[in-house]
């Protein structure tokens, strides 16, 4: 169908009214529909040091700024949301981010791995929560059962600079806190959502609590965002990267969506982590090809969860990964998607510059859907 009359259909059913503001997961070429350019592959360990500047291999999505305890991605106003998105990609990995997190009510900040086709592994943490943090992953974008996130005990992460750490190969993701496992998931317990696509890397915070958001994100964020109290700042120091496998491109040689499909141009895949890896693909001849420019912007309206390892409130709504207020021409480029928590219900869409009704909202949402898919069949 025509990517962009879909697209638009769904930013006009996500973001009624002139102002728009929306955390959204998107990508903006997805290899599992079509062919798209091959991924930046990182394939080396280095520490990045943000301190002092953004570090090469990094872009800076709104203000970041830096004073004297490293980056600072605050929210100080409406529509605000600043992240940092590595220009590189990896293919299984561990990262390591130094960071310290946003406080305030409605406040979420957060740390993601995300690929072009939607594999997701998450770091979250709310600001009027300062006794935990929350895991969550998702598999291709899938929204049919939402029983992946979780919640980890972690006091004063508003306070003090801690390490969080996500160690994902083939077989098992590791959370960490300081070096302490969480949580573990193993592939063969994610229910066919296994991340294991080549992942680019974000981190940032957004206004959850946004006023003119839905009840169900206000909820999740903790309650309403009051900006007179900001800004609301969220510090990292260092993020520490070591791609598993090697080379200088990753490639998708077909449209499974399995990581033994991803070829590595100049190098190998490696699906385990060094201690056990063992190369699965043999080194291709590089292909000539621009690299993928992921959309900046990034979260879903709204997402996930809760899990076996620690059950969430099941009335909470959340957002996934780092969000960013966008405008509608911004929004316009993108496809969010909708994620309820711990419910086969849909979940609330929310909305900026337009008060309404609940479910006038959501019928209105679902007819321009369903224009779209219709508009996409005749087109």
């Known amino acids: 169908m025509n990517l962009s009359l879909y697209l638009l259909v769904l930013t006009l059913a996500c973001f009624p009214g002139p102002i728009l503001v929306c ?30 500047e953004i570090s090469k291999g990094w872009k800076p999505v709104g203000t970041v700024a830096h004073d004297k305890d490293g ?39 957060s740390a993601v791995l995300q690929s072009d086709c939607l594999d997701e592994i998450d770091w979250e943490w709310l600001g009027g929560d300062n006794a935990q943090a929350q895991t969550n992953y998702f ?15 972690d006091p004063g992460n508003h306070d003090a600079f801690k390490t969080y750490t996500i160690d994902w190969d083939s077989s098992r993701i590791l959370w960490q806190i300081n070096g302490n496992t969480v949580r573990t998931l193993e592939e063969k317990n994610a229910k066919g959502q296994y991340p294991q696509t080549p992942c680019f890397i974000k981190v940032g915070s957004w206004p959850g609590g946004d006023p003119d958001g839905a009840p169900g994100t206000i909820a999740w964020a903790g309650g309403l965002t009051d900006y007179s109290k900001g800004p609301y700042t969220m510090h990292v120091k260092t993020i520490k990267v070591t791609d598993y496998s090697t080379g200088s491109t990753y490639e998708y040689t077909d449209k499974s969506g399995s990581w033994k499909s991803i070829k590595s141009n100049g190098g190998s895949i490696h699906g385990l982590n060094p201690g056990n890896a063992v190369p699965s693909s043999s080194p291709v001849t590089s292909k000539a090809s621009k690299v993928n420019t992921v959309a900046t912007t990034s979260s879903a309206c709204s997402t996930s969860t809760k899990s076996s390892v620690a059950a969430l409130p099941s009335t909470s709504v959340k957002a996934s990964s780092s969000a960013v207020a966008v405008s509608a021409t911004s929004a316009a480029k993108s496809s969010p998607t909708m994620r309820p928590v711990n419910s086969t219900a849909p979940a609330p869409i929310r909305s900026s510059g337009a008060s309404g009704n609940g479910l006038k909202g959501y019928f209105m949402t679902s007819v321009l859907l369903l224009a779209g898919y219709v508009l996409g069949l005749v087109i």
């Open 23 to 52: 955390a959204q997961t998107y990508t903006s070429c997805n290899p599992l529909k079509k062919t798209c350019p091959l991924d930046p592959a990182f394939g080396a360990s280095q520490s990045f040091d943000f301190t002092k």
């Open 71 to 109: 980056m600072a991605l605050a929210v100080a106003k409406k529509l605000d949301g600043p992240l940092v998105q590595s220009d590189f990609y990896i293919m299984f990995g561990r990262v390591e981010f130094t960071l310290r997190a946003a406080p305030g009510t409605g406040i979420v900040s």
């Open 139 to 153: 598999g291709k974008g899938d929204l049919t059962t939402y029983d992946r996130g979780a919640y980890h005990p």
